[in-house]
């Protein structure tokens, strides 16, 4: 699996916007670029996913570089309860039968009110 | 997207019992997931269950240790065998996701071994 780099942790105050950004230089052209956060004592939450463009959701924005080797994920407005693990993962898609996710390390984002 | 419930959301064992940690799936999937989480740690792929077919375990996982069912399309099992201390971890299981929206993970069960 290709592998996937974030900043071990980030902060950042209520109600500004948060930039968490993700490198994945070897990226394949099949790989889809998927976001989960992991709050505390709770399973890993689906964020977002994009392939090429810009994706928006009601939980975030996913901003996709024009080469594909990073993303960044956008919360527009965090607030405490965005405190979390957050997770890039690159999900290889063939069509046929799915493969686990390959979590790394993450990002844990600290939200200060 | 699918809703899983997973049980217990806990347990404390003994070392050298085996605990046995359900996933119900409010609908059909094909793949199922089980994943360990170690403490302070992000989460590892223990092993993947397609029904009808035997688990796919990863690197450093046996079937003796981890056996895993999958009855049908909407469950699945996984025991963790004779436990040590070293076992204490939170397990999770999650469905696999389309082209249009991502994976689901049930809770988790927080395993401590004693």
């Known amino acids: 699996d290709a592998k996937t780099t974030q900043p071990n942790s980030m902060e950042s105050n209520e109600e500004e916007p948060v930039h968490l950004p993700c490198n994945h230089s070897?990226?394949?052209?099949?790989?889809?670029i998927h976001w989960y956060r992991q709050l505390p004592s709770q399973g890993p939450e689906y964020v977002i996913h994009?392939?090429?463009s810009n994706v928006n959701n009601r939980m975030a924005s996913l901003a996709i570089a024009e080469d594909r080797k990073s993303s960044t994920l956008i919360l527009h407005r965090a607030t405490l309860r965005d405190a979390a693990v957050y997770y890039c993962?690159?999900?290889?898609?063939?069509?046929?039968?799915?493969?686990?996710?390959?979590f790394g390390k993450g990002t844990h984002l600290i939200i200060q009110p | 997207s699918a809703v899983i419930s997973q049980k217990p959301s806990r347990d404390i064992c003994q070392r050298g019992t085996s605990l046995t940690i359900q996933c119900q799936v409010d609908?059909?999937?094909?793949?199922m997931f089980w994943y360990r989480q170690q403490p302070g740690q992000s989460l590892t792929l223990i092993a993947t269950?397609?029904?009808?077919?035997?688990?796919?375990?990863e690197s450093g996982f046996v079937i003796d240790k981890f056996p895993i069912s999958r009855p049908n399309l909407t469950f699945s099992t996984l025991t963790v065998s004779n436990m040590s201390p070293e076992d204490s971890s939170i397990y999770l299981c999650s469905t696999d996701g389309t082209v249009w929206d991502g994976y689901t993970f049930g809770s988790g069960t927080r395993l401590t071994v004693v």
């Open positions: 994009g392939l090429t």
């Open positions: 609908s059909q999937v094909t793949m």
């Open positions: 993962i690159l999900r290889g898609w063939s069509g046929g039968g799915a493969d686990g996710l390959t």
């Open positions: 070897t990226i394949s052209g099949t790989d889809y």
């Open positions: 269950a397609n029904q009808g077919s035997e688990a796919t375990y």
